[in-house]
């Protein structure tokens, strides 16, 4: 019996690895939704390590399996410890921001997307972002609204965005970000109007699918907020 617990770590192992692998190029690449995308990832993945790092720990506790080599159980704990920790990381991430995606500079009134109407998700969505996101504000420029404009279009760009509309006359720009590992498309909107001091740029960044965001749009607005500063 013994002698099938370090093939069978191993096989659970790579079986978790390659759930964890192909979980977000598979929705990227359109090969399955997103859903099963976050489900391969979220749990098969998460689950799938655990049974791996438990049947390696076997291996290595009995005698008679230990005797037939250390090497291919340790190989199946790491690769299984990698297939758990990455999902607990993502859901630990995700228990502690706001279930919320869709984050601005300016609560009582977001910018607007060009290109397509979606609304603003309304008050408890304000409500959550202010609590849990108190630093995101505006960003003040001392330069007039047109040369604001040119600096968000620049820092836009930067950011490695790609700007599927933009005004300079109504101060408004319209940018798309693509996740890094699932491909999700995120909408950006920005707005540029005058101040006293002399431009206000306002900044919204909404997920197109999903409720929570484990704080992309947050962090996406905090970094483009930063590099205009």
């Keep these: 019996m013994t002698r099938w617990l370090r093939p069978l770590a191993l096989v659970v192992a790579l079986a978790g690895f390659a759930v964890l692998v192909i979980s977000g190029p598979g929705v990227r690449f359109d090969l399955f939704s997103y859903r099963t995308g976050l489900t391969l990832f979220r749990w098969v993945a998460y689950y799938t390590g655990i049974a791996a ?15 037939r080599g250390i090497g291919m159980p340790i190989v199946a704990l790491m690769l299984g410890a990698v297939a758990f920790a990455l999902p607990l990381q993502f859901q ?30 309304g008050d408890e969505f304000a409500r959550q972002q202010a609590l849990a996101y108190p630093d995101i504000k505006p960003v003040m420029m001392s330069v007039p609204p047109r040369d604001a404009f040119e600096r968000a279009v620049k820092a836009a760009e930067s950011m490695g965005w790609e700007v599927v509309g933009r005004d300079a006359a109504a101060g408004t720009l319209e940018a798309v970000d693509t996740t890094k590992w699932f491909g999700f498309k995120d909408d950006i909107a920005v707005r540029v109007t005058a101040a006293d001091t002399g431009s206000r740029i306002d900044v919204r960044s909404k997920s197109r699918v999903g409720r929570s965001d484990i704080g992309t749009n947050a962090r996406r607005v905090r970094a483009y907020t930063e590099r205009l500063r």
């Design 53 to 67: 790092m438990v049947i390696a720990v076997l291996a290595l506790a009995f005698p008679a399996a230990r005797k």
């Design 92 to 121: 630990r991430q995700a228990r502690a921001v706001p279930p919320i995606n869709d984050i601005t500079t300016d609560l009582s009134n977001p910018p607007k997307y060009m290109t397509s109407a979606r609304a603003y998700p």
